[in-house]
């Protein structure tokens, strides 16, 4: 048996959703760059390792942030794809969105704590700004996604036509 297929209209709320994702993702964009490539470096990286009491701080630190910045460039193209939210209402691109966000959103867990602590001590709050910003916006942004999803029972805010 075929199962039938609907097709499906905008609501009021689609267009708010896609801008508010494209917007999101604009701004995280820009954070996630900022803390990867500004904050992050191989010094601050020896600093929190040597609070964490690391064996070998001077020579761990650079494979470390090698390794730190690839994923934070993975998170940089996986917020800049939101953009395409202005235009497509692609499944795929609500999920890969979606799956960055909450993955962000684990951030502050994920990191080690003496990473924040150092950022704090070298940079004062505005080192923490960017990552608190994308981090915490990523739990509303996949909140507001879920919440959409629940609500119309379907992706990018839409309803049955």
């Given at each position: 048996?075929k199962k039938?297929?609907?097709?499906?209209?905008?609501?009021?709320?689609?267009r708010k959703?896609q801008?508010?994702i494209?917007?999101c993702s604009i701004i995280?964009?820009?954070?996630?760059?900022?803390?990867?490539?500004?904050?992050i470096?191989?010094p601050?990286?020896e600093t929190?390792m040597q609070?964490a009491?690391?064996a070998?701080?001077?020579?761990a630190a650079?494979?470390f942030?090698?390794?730190?910045?690839?994923?934070?460039c993975?998170?940089?193209?996986?917020?800049a794809l939101?953009?395409f939210?202005?235009?497509?209402?692609?499944r795929?691109l609500?999920w890969?969105i979606?799956v960055?966000?909450i993955?962000?959103a684990?951030?502050?867990i994920?990191?080690?704590?003496?990473?924040?602590t150092?950022?704090?001590d070298?940079y004062g709050?505005?080192?923490?700004l960017?990552?608190?910003i994308?981090?915490?916006?990523?739990i509303?942004l996949?909140?507001?996604m879920i919440?959409?999803?629940?609500?119309?029972?379907?992706?990018?805010?839409?309803k049955?036509?």
């Open positions: 048996m039938a297929k609907y097709q499906l209209t905008d609501s009021t709320a689609t959703l801008i508010t494209v917007l995280f964009t820009i954070g996630t760059a900022i803390h990867n490539f500004v904050i470096n191989p601050l990286i929190m609070m009491g690391g070998d701080p001077a020579g650079s494979g942030t090698f390794g730190f910045r690839i994923v934070g993975l998170y940089i193209i996986g917020n939101g953009i939210a202005l235009n497509s209402r692609s795929i609500w890969v979606l960055v966000n993955t962000q684990t951030g502050p994920m990191i080690p704590s003496s990473m924040w150092t950022v704090n070298v709050v505005l080192g923490i960017p990552s608190a994308t981090d915490g916006g990523a509303i996949s909140l507001v919440i959409s999803m629940l609500k119309f029972r379907t992706i990018w805010a839409q049955p036509a």
